[in-house]
Every structure is written in C-alpha cells, then in structure tokens.
C-alpha cells in the first residue's frame, strides 16, 4: 500500500507559479513510476506530467511543456510538480498516483495508488 498526500496548491494569478508537493508513505516510494493529472470543472481527469523511478525519464502533456517541471526525491519519497507561467486553462484539481512498473505512464489506468488532490484556481 502507498498513501500520497498533496499540497502547495492555491490561488495563483495568471503568469504565477506554484511547485506542488506529493509525499509518499507505505511501501518503496523509489520502486514507482509516478504521475500528476488534473481534473477541470465539468471536465475528464487529463494526464499533465509522469517521470519513472529513478527520474531519467520524464512525459508531458503538450499544454504544460516547457511551463511544468516534474521532478522527484527518493531520498524524502516526495515528487514535485514546478508549475510556471500559469493561466485560468491550469485550473484544476490535481492529483499525483503512482504505478508499479517504475517507469511512469500517460494511461491514468496504470496508476493504482492516488492522492486526495489539491486545487489550484488560475485567476486572469
């Protein structure tokens, strides 16, 4: 079992940035693969950023390319999503899970593990 627990989320204005933290607990947090997404008002859950276990490989959804970093510290089992240059189309709830395979996924239904999410209202 991994709990994940999220944070760093809030209101931020439009060309802000926030750096959102997930930490993990339970089992070896270095063994996972793991994801942010986000879920919209009225909108399906979309995939944002995934990075694999060691961190030598990182995905990005084309919108946040180039604005969002994911990184992550086995050392402290926490992996952080730095989010620069955010507009309203950001404003989500996001979520971080993680995945056995250890090498991070697109697919939400490769994650087993989830947070309870934070939200992150972009104003304009």
């Known amino acids: 079992q991994v709990q994940l627990v999220e944070s760093g989320g809030g209101l931020e204005e439009a060309g802000g940035s926030l750096r959102l933290s997930c930490a993990a607990s339970?089992?070896?947090?270095?063994?996972?693969?793991m994801g942010w997404f986000r879920q919209a008002p009225g909108k399906e859950r979309e995939f944002v950023a995934a990075?694999?276990?060691?961190?030598?490989?990182?995905y990005y959804t084309n919108s946040v390319k180039g604005r969002f970093t994911i990184s992550r510290d086995n050392a402290k089992n926490t992996v952080y999503l730095q989010m620069n240059s955010l507009n309203p189309e950001d404003t989500a709830v996001y979520y971080c899970?993680?995945?056995?395979?250890?090498?991070?996924?697109?697919?939400?239904?490769?994650?087993?593990?989830w947070g309870q999410g934070t939200q992150v209202p972009v104003s304009s």
């Open positions: 339970g089992r070896t947090f270095s063994n996972f693969g």
């Open positions: 990075i694999s276990w060691g961190g030598g490989r990182t």
């Open positions: 899970a993680a995945e056995r395979s250890g090498a991070g996924s697109r697919w939400d239904r490769a994650y087993e593990y």
